[in-house]
């Protein structure tokens, strides 16, 4: 910062040795500067810090561990951890998660509208789903599961399991109810977690004609659809073992899924009908 200094010393006709050595450096580190005013190391961490932000920006869950890990794996930077972790740090990018909150703090605004508006039930399917995301233990370590759920139905029409609890899983649950339904204009209605509000996650809903909404902060009923799937599943499969490996509990709760609790387990609020017999009665009469 002091070398611009000497050149406006020299315009005014001081000696730029002079200036060097008053100011305490040699006149070759000045030369030095004045071919390269910016140095290499600074525009390698410029480029670092755009990238690291794109990266945090898709996905504010991350923190710099993973944040070096997209970096080196996808967008194939070779960098250390370590300058990563001091660049993360400088330009204040960190885990939304990892950063505990604070008494009384709340969530940040909502990205979509609520347009449920605590009317939760749909007269037809694909017209409103719910989505959430919960976390299960195995001694491999935890296994989180977002699930997708068809608010007539009551059908689970798409989910992802992964070890961590990224945007990257609520997207491919949403992606994999896309690919099996093809809807038009549904509601997605979620909480106000960070993986639904992510710039990935909301692509996705405007690419395939699909509206985001989110509940109210602290509003348990927003959460009542997806809180009775998870507890069934808690209940059926979750509590029956202890389980060792995450590929175990994750062949589990796709066999209940698409098994027991889709084809098998019979709903009062569906008329005593499975999800799988609702949509086929429901849709034979729509067509006819």
């Known amino acids: 910062?002091?070398?611009?200094?000497?050149?406006?010393?020299?315009?005014?006709?001081?000696?730029?040795?002079?200036?060097?050595?008053?100011?305490?450096?040699s006149k070759q580190a000045f030369y030095a500067w004045k071919a390269a005013p910016v140095s290499q190391r600074d525009w390698d961490d410029a480029h670092l810090i755009n990238a690291a932000r794109d990266v945090h920006a898709d996905d504010p869950t991350f923190g710099y561990r993973f944040i070096h890990d997209e970096l080196e794996l996808t967008h194939g930077h070779s960098v250390g951890r370590n300058r990563i972790h001091r660049l993360c740090r400088q330009e204040g990018l960190g885990s939304v998660i990892v950063k505990g909150r604070g008494?009384?703090?709340?969530?940040?605004?909502?990205?979509?509208?609520?347009?449920v508006q605590r009317q939760f039930g749909a007269e037809r399917i694909d017209r409103l789903w719910y989505v959430d995301i919960?976390?299960?233990p195995t001694f491999e370590g935890k296994l989180y599961l977002c699930a997708i759920k068809d608010a007539a139905s009551a059908r689970i029409v798409g989910y992802s399991m992964d070890s961590r609890m990224t945007a990257d899983l609520a997207c491919n649950a949403l992606r994999h109810a896309i690919l099996r339904r093809r809807p038009i204009g549904t509601i997605v209605h979620s909480d106000r977690g960070s993986q639904f509000g992510a710039k990935k996650f909301r692509t996705i809903l405007t690419e395939h004609g699909l509206r985001?909404?989110?509940?109210?902060?602290?509003?348990?009923?927003?959460?009542?659809?997806?809180?009775?799937?998870?507890?069934?599943?808690?209940?059926?499969?979750?509590?029956?073992r202890q389980w060792q490996t995450r590929d175990q509990l994750r062949m589990a709760i796709c066999t209940w899924i698409e098994r027991d609790y889709h084809r098998r387990r019979r709903q009062a609020g569906l008329g005593r009908l499975t999800p799988v017999e609702y949509e086929t009665i429901t849709t034979a009469a729509l067509a006819a």
Not at 104 to 114: C, E, L, M, S
Not at 212 to 240: C, H, Y
């Open 212 to 240: 985001g909404s989110m509940g109210r902060v602290g509003a348990a009923g927003d959460n009542a659809a997806m809180e009775s799937f998870f507890a069934l599943l808690q209940k059926n499969v979750l509590n029956r």
């Open 1 to 25: 910062m002091i070398y611009p200094l000497v050149t406006e010393l020299a315009a005014k006709g001081i000696p730029i040795a002079r200036s060097c050595k008053v100011l305490g450096f």
């Open 103 to 115: 008494k009384g703090k709340r969530p940040g605004p909502a990205v979509h509208d609520d347009l």
């Open 134 to 136: 919960s976390e299960h």
